[in-house]
């Protein structure tokens, strides 16, 4: 009889890619493709482009992604303004990163936990939920996401350059626009990209720090699924996807030109 000869299986780095692949294709492929099917499919599953109308001529549709988009941005924007400062002075701390780290800890925690926290404190003390409370919640939420970012990115910078700009002259203001502020565009082109992602697509923190009041656009993709509408659900999964692809184009364009800024400054 033939011996059987097993080959012995290489632990080299392709295998261990393997769980990764597995994992992808289960978890992020197969329901983008289903997400595509469905918006072609129509309740007979019959194909159709009845669902892009239904979508498209809806004018609440595009007004509820338009808010979601304009709260995105403030959202974002407080953030950076916030979040800048306070990685700033973190960086030149010598407990910065522990600091740092009492930022992130919270962020273990559930986020409807955290959410339903928040609105028993506005509710505690008489503020009025709406549109002031949910922004407030994202900014709660997400802050952390700008903050370590942006303090990676400035605690990197070599002091030599910020030395050598006040050895030539240059006062504080001129040191941090022409130095410091160049040299951290990365960081806020990554911490730009992890908070306005997750805000324009979020639905839990809105309904609950609004009671309902203020919509967006992650709750009118739920509700579509919730009443069965997968094809026009499956629309907006799509839109909303295209907008997290185009911001991150915009992101990566932004973070190669301040690699050149980079390059130039040293």
């Not at 509820?64 to 709260?71: E, T």
């Given at each position: 009889m033939k011996k059987i000869k097993f080959r012995k299986l290489k632990l080299t780095k392709k295998v261990f890619s393997f769980p990764y692949i597995l994992f992808m294709l289960l978890f992020v492929v197969i329901p983008l493709v289903l997400i595509l099917v469905n918006a072609f499919l129509d309740a007979d599953n019959n194909l159709t482009l009845e669902n892009f109308k239904d979508f498209f001529a809806s004018d609440a549709n595009i007004i509820?992604?338009?808010?979601?988009?304009?709260?995105g941005v403030i959202t974002t924007m407080l953030c950076l303004i916030l979040g800048?400062?306070?990685?700033y002075i973190l960086s030149k701390m010598p407990s910065g990163k522990i600091i740092v780290l009492l930022y992130i800890i919270p962020m273990g925690v559930n986020f409807l936990i955290r959410t339903l926290a928040t609105k028993a404190i506005f509710l505690a003390i008489g503020v009025e939920l709406g549109m002031g409370t949910?922004?407030?919640g994202m900014v709660y939420n997400y802050l952390p996401f700008m903050i370590l970012p942006l303090h990676t990115s400035l605690s990197s910078i070599d002091h030599s350059y910020i030395e050598a700009a006040q050895d030539l002259g240059a006062d504080k203001a001129t040191t941090f626009v022409k130095t410091i502020l160049p040299l951290s565009v990365s960081g806020i082109c990554s911490g730009i990209t992890m908070v306005f992602i997750p805000t324009i697509s979020t639905y839990a923190i809105s309904q609950l720090l609004s009671n309902?009041?203020?919509?967006?656009?992650g709750d009118s993709i739920q509700l579509s699924f919730e009443q069965g509408l997968y094809g026009v659900g499956s629309i907006m999964s799509i839109v909303m996807l295209i907008f997290v692809l185009v911001s991150n184009l915009i992101m990566n364009t932004f973070n190669k030109d301040a690699n050149l800024v980079r390059r130039s400054v040293w």
């Open positions: 509820v992604l338009g808010n979601s988009l304009l709260v800048y400062p306070v990685s949910v922004v407030f309902g009041k203020v919509f967006l656009f």
